[in-house]
């Protein structure tokens, strides 16, 4: 994603509701910030967090949490965030991935969406990417034991080596597609940002569910 730094956007961030700083001590507790029991689910590289708020509008009884790591990115999810103070089932938080088990505790996310992630092509990058056994061991330490994650790409270098590192960490593929919105698991398939671009130039959009228990 190019960035452009957006002037402000550190000061609105710093301002809102929706956007939890002290992200440490909400750690095994996020439950009591939603003021429910429903599940919480996580969106990781969110962007301007077009998917993340068509999820939270579809389903009410599930919270979600945006995660992204740049403020001038954010910012704009932000505005939109603004704009439907009705919504009460998602926050925000501005974080570097590296650090997710800060935020959340042993089995407090119920399910993890990584929706195209910066690609990291050269191999000595290999370990930032967010599908790398890395990130794959953190989100270990935080989703549920039935929980899935969810990875969308365009880009099927990153998407084979997303495979690789999933079953190389013990992880079970429950289902892959290299034809999403041609396959049978595009039924419900909300679109993220990078989603409609892709598509629209002609990309096959490739997807993989995981889990460690099946
Ligand atoms: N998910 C959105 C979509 O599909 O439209 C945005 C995709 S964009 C290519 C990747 C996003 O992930 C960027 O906004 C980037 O800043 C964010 N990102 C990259 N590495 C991250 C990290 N380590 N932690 C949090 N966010 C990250």
Redesign the pocket.
């Known amino acids: 994603?190019r960035l452009r730094n957006v002037r402000g956007s550190r000061e609105t961030i710093a301002e809102s509701e929706y956007c939890i700083k002290d992200y440490e001590g909400h750690k095994g507790k996020w439950k009591e910030l939603f003021g429910n029991d429903n599940p919480i689910m996580i969106?990781?590289?969110?962007?301007k967090g077009?998917?993340i708020m068509e999820m939270a509008r579809t389903n009410p009884d599930i919270n979600y949490v945006g995660?992204?790591?740049?403020s001038s990115?954010l910012v704009r999810a932000l505005e939109k965030r603004t704009n439907e103070p009705e919504l009460r089932n998602l926050l925000f938080i501005r974080?570097?991935?590296?650090f997710i088990e800060d935020a959340f505790s042993k089995d407090e996310v119920a399910g993890i969406y990584l929706?195209?992630?910066?690609p990291w092509p050269k191999d000595r990058h290999s370990g930032r990417r967010?599908t790398s056994p890395k990130f794959l061991s953190r989100y270990d330490n935080i989703l549920a034991k039935d929980g899935l994650i969810t990875f969308k790409t365009d880009n099927v270098s990153l998407f084979d080596f997303s495979l690789e590192s999933a079953k190389e960490s013990g992880w079970t593929i429950v289902n892959e597609t290299r034809d999403l919105h041609g396959s049978v698991y595009n039924e419900g398939n909300i679109m993220?940002?990078?989603?409609k671009k892709f598509s629209e130039l002609g990309n096959k959009i490739c997807r993989m569910v995981i889990s460690r228990h099946f």
């Open positions: 994603m969106e990781i590289g969110m962007g077009t998917f995660i992204e790591k740049y990115v974080m570097d991935a590296e929706n195209f992630s910066d967010l993220t940002e990078y989603e």
